[in-house]
């Protein structure tokens, strides 16, 4: 891994096959987690994404999903950033894959608390617009 970039994040893409799968595997799932990941062949920080459920105990699927990333679309960030884990509700993912998309777009925003969040999108965006779907971020996430 050379040439790391932290002033700018790429756009991300979430194969709708790999979470369709996920929900079959972990059906009481109520949120997804996507955490900040670094590593493979990627110069940049990148997402893995894992289920949450509550039922019958509380806990996090055993396995992750890592997210595409495009390097040839970045995003510029604003300094400092609070990088951490954002979360999207279940009831939002399968909205989104209900348009028969191939992938979601996740695409970097910061709020005015510094903190980073993606705006996301079934489908290719074809720019870094607001999107009617963003995660959350956590802290200080509020889920809803």
């Given at each position: 891994?050379?040439?790391?970039?932290?002033?700018?994040?790429?756009?991300?893409?979430?194969?709708?096959?790999?979470?369709?799968?996920?929900?079959?595997?972990?059906?009481?799932?109520?949120?997804f987690?996507?955490?900040?990941?670094?590593?493979?062949?990627?110069?940049?920080?990148?997402?893995?994404?894992?289920?949450?459920?509550?039922?019958?105990?509380?806990?996090?699927?055993?396995?992750?999903?890592?997210?595409?990333?495009?390097?040839?679309?970045?995003?510029?960030?604003?300094?400092?950033?609070?990088?951490?884990?954002?979360?999207?509700?279940?009831?939002?993912?399968?909205k989104?894959?209900?348009?028969?998309?191939?992938?979601?777009?996740?695409v970097?925003?910061?709020?005015?608390?510094?903190?980073?969040?993606?705006?996301?999108?079934?489908?290719?965006?074809?720019?870094?617009?607001?999107?009617?779907?963003k995660?959350?971020?956590?802290?200080?996430?509020?889920?809803?």
């Open positions: 891994m050379q040439n790391l970039s932290l002033h700018s994040l790429p756009w991300l893409t979430y194969d709708v096959r790999l979470i369709k799968e996920r929900l079959i595997n972990f059906p009481e799932t109520e949120y987690v996507f955490s900040p990941y670094l590593g493979g062949h990627h110069a940049s920080v990148g997402l893995v994404a894992f289920s949450y459920q509550r039922t019958p105990l509380p806990v996090y699927s055993s396995t992750f999903d890592i997210l595409t990333p495009d390097n040839a679309r970045r995003v510029e960030l604003p300094q400092p950033v609070v990088m951490g884990n954002n979360v999207l509700p279940v009831t939002t993912i399968k989104l894959i209900e348009a028969n998309s191939v992938a979601l777009t996740f970097p925003a910061v709020r005015d608390n510094k903190y980073l969040y993606y705006n996301v999108q079934a489908g290719d965006l074809g720019s870094p617009s607001e999107s009617d779907y995660t959350n971020p956590c802290p200080p996430a509020t889920i809803i």
